[in-house]
């Protein structure tokens, strides 16, 4: 087992990483509001595709498809920070608090993508790419909580 990380250098991971969260959180809410944009025709989901002009409908499937492509990227990387986090040699407590920076961005950036499954037409093409993406982001996020928790937390005590 290698030798825990300097308190100096831990700080300057978890700086880094809000800064990073931050600039992440920026570009997600700046696709919501795109995204909410190219929905303003209707107020009531799903909607029928048929029924909006094809301008319209086209301004929305490129904002789908920006910000599907934005939530594949984001589990991406979210999946490959929580491994590095998990492999540091950073104390429990410590992985913790990154881990909870983490967990905290990824509900905000949830709220953002559920957009995707909300703000639809009601017939929409199967996406398998887009579901197993959404169950990566699941697992990672579940991940993160049960190593927040703790696994000793969750075993019965003797």
Known sequence: M??????AAFEKARTGLWGSLQK?????YAAEKEFRAATAFTTTFPFSASSIDPQQLFEYEQQRRLLRDLYVDETTQLDSLVKAVRQK???????????LLI???????ATVFGLLDTHRPGKLDKDEE??????RFERVRNFVRL???GLPNLLPRL
Do not use: C, F, W
Request: glycine share 2%; hydrophobic share 35%.
């Open 103 to 109: 967990l905290g961005y990824m509900d905000i950036a």
């Open 24 to 28: 992440h959180l920026t570009t997600i």
């Open 130 to 135: 887009l579901e197993e993406n959404a169950a």
């Open 89 to 99: 040699s950073y104390e429990e407590d410590e992985k913790k608090q990154l881990l």
């Open 147 to 149: 190593n927040i928790r």
């Open 2 to 7: 290698s030798s825990p990380v300097s308190s």
